[in-house]
Nanobody
Framework: VQLQASGGGLVQAGGSLRLSCAAS????????VGWFRQAPGKEREFVAA????????YYGDSVKGRFTISGDAAKNTVLLQMNSLKPEDTGVYYC????????????????????WGQGTLVTVSS
């Protein structure tokens, strides 16, 4: 599975952005798709994930209530709607996939995801 992340940009605090992760090569059925972010000098942080089959969702504590992850089966794409953005949301956002089969587990450990997109930069100004 090849991934292409897009939608990043510069936004003021309180604003919104929508990121897209387009998958090619095969359908996302059976996969977990996760979003991670990395700020300068910091470790990669789990943001949100969706289990494609079953539509299970999971969010990191810092984004709960502000971000929404969803899947568009027709486009084989995962969206991350980000509202009420804060300066601490600044970073490079990556999407990644992990084949899960029939497991409902959604891992938050980035090392468990095998295929990664190239990242898209989100900058939130105060």
């Amino acid at each position: 599975v090849q991934l292409q992340a897009s939608g990043g940009g510069l936004v003021q605090a309180g604003g919104s952005l929508r990121l897209s992760c387009a998958a090619s090569g095969r359908t996302l059925s059976g996969y977990v798709v996760g979003w991670f972010r990395q700020a300068p000098g910091k470790e990669r942080e789990f943001v949100a994930a969706i289990r494609w089959s079953g539509n299970n969702l999971y969010y990191g504590d810092s984004v709960k209530g502000r971000f929404t992850i969803s899947g568009d089966a027709a486009k084989n794409t995962v969206l991350l709607q980000m509202n009420s953005l804060k300066p601490e949301d600044t970073g490079v956002y990556y999407c990644a996939v992990r084949y899960s089969g029939f497991s409902s587990n959604i891992p938050v450990d980035a090392t468990l995801y095998k295929n990664w997109g190239q990242g898209t930069l989100v900058t939130v100004s105060s």
